[in-house]
């Protein structure tokens, strides 16, 4: 943190401010997840047509990824985080008027790129929090975007249940997370953590660290479970565990759940046992949930194996971000951009990956190779400590 003095206010006021915005994060992006059946079926789109354009907003996130680290270590991250505060839901008002696939693949781009200078911002606003209390809370900050998931997940189906159109719901989301920047804008950390290497002060670009490449590398083992989950989870029940049709999303909604708790809780075990250990207990529990999963696909053997897999990645790119944030040799905007980079191909790369695997061979063999990734969580986690 800065040598100048901050605004007398106390860390809760920081702590309440930072985890608002990380649910305005997160309840934009469910309020878009919850209505993508409504905008399929509008513009008449295809299975093949959604998963072509669905593919834009990963790309967008990519695209921006160091332009968003070089935007808040230039321009700090409460400036930053204000703006995309007001244009990443913008965004999203923007997706419920297109009325052609391209506008869709335009608007998806744009909501991507915004999508992620709100990461960025929200997750360094975060490590300056957690630099306040000295001790881990950037779980709990993710467990804000978890919650809001979930509430953004129930009002898209009651809205659409109801008939609301996307227009409407997509606006009454902009006028929510306007009110929550401006009830929360005053308690937003001022100034972001400096740092100096040798005699220059918070350089621009610097070249990653061994340690930083291996924070990434756990990220990306962790992203690619946890994209597996999203867009695998319901189907392998539907091709492998088959239980009834009301049944099918069960084993989603128990990872769902699990990683809202761990989020919550990961921090209490950060404090007491250390990141580190944390990270490597989440690999295990990361293997344990895929292989009981895998080797005894029941209906609630699987519903627990998910719920094991939930809680397995729920803890650990929160505390690969906070690890990041407090590295020396980077701005800590910097370090999370880096960090976010490389464990963001797991999301872009991977559930394509499990469709090729599942059709080369079939569902529990692709599950059982996730299993081995997030296994090496653990053994990249001790690398990691070493350095």
């Known amino acids: 943190m800065s040598s100048v003095s901050l605004p007398h206010r106390t860390q809760r006021f920081y702590r309440l401010a930072a ?3 990380f649910f305005i994060h997160g309840i934009v992006f469910s309020s878009w997840a919850s209505r993508i059946p409504d905008v399929k079926s509008a513009l008449s789109l295809s299975d093949a047509q959604l998963g072509g354009v669905l593919f834009l907003i990963p790309a967008g996130q990519l695209s921006a990824m160091m332009l968003s680290g070089w935007l808040v270590n230039r321009f ?6 204000t703006i995309a505060s007001v244009i990443y839901p913008l965004a999203l008002v923007l997706l419920g008027f297109v009325t052609t696939k391209f506008q869709l693949m335009a608007a998806l781009f744009f909501f991507g790129i915004t999508s992620n200078l709100s990461n960025i911002s929200v997750n360094t606003q975060g490590v300056g929090v957690e630099k306040l209390y000295n001790r881990s809370i950037m779980a ?40 929550i920047l401006l009830s929360m804008y005053a308690s937003m950390l001022p100034r972001d953590r400096k740092i100096k290497v040798g005699d220059v002060r918070q350089k621009t670009f610097v070249k990653p660290s061994l340690y930083i490449a291996l924070l990434g590398i756990m990220a990306f083992c962790s992203m690619s479970c946890e994209g597996t989950m999203y867009d695998w989870s319901s189907v392998y029940f539907m091709q492998v565990v088959h239980p009834a049709d009301n049944l099918i999303r ?7 759940t699990a990683m809202t708790i761990g989020r ?5 075990f950060a404090t007491r046992f250390g990141s580190s250990q944390v990270i490597k207990g989440s690999g295990v529990i ?7 999963s895998v080797v005894f696909p029941s209906f609630y053997t699987a519903v627990a194996g998910f719920f094991l897999v939930g809680l397995g990645f729920s803890s650990i790119v929160p505390l690969c971000y906070s690890l990041a944030g407090k590295t020396t040799r980077m701005p800590p905007s910097m370090a999370v951009a880096t960090v976010s980079t490389i464990g963001f191909f797991g999301f872009l790369f991977t559930p394509p990956l499990i469709g090729f695997i599942s059709q080369a061979s079939n569902m529990r063999v692709a599950f059982f190779i996730m299993a081995c990734a997030g296994l090496s969580v653990s053994f990249v986690a001790a690398k990691a400590k070493a350095r």
């Open 19 to 21: 985890s608002s915005f």
């Open 76 to 81: 700090g991250s409460r400036k930053m985080l």
């Open 140 to 179: 709990s900050f993710h467990g804000m975007w978890s919650l809001a998931g979930v509430v953004g997940g129930l009002l898209g189906a009651w809205m659409a249940a109801h008939s609301i159109s996307t227009q409407e719901h997509f606006l009454m989301t902009f006028f929510v997370c306007l009110v």
């Open 250 to 256: 069960a084993g989603y909604i128990a990872c769902m």
């Open 264 to 268: 919550f809780s990961a921090d209490f």
């Open 286 to 292: 990361l293997f344990i949930g895929f292989v009981l």
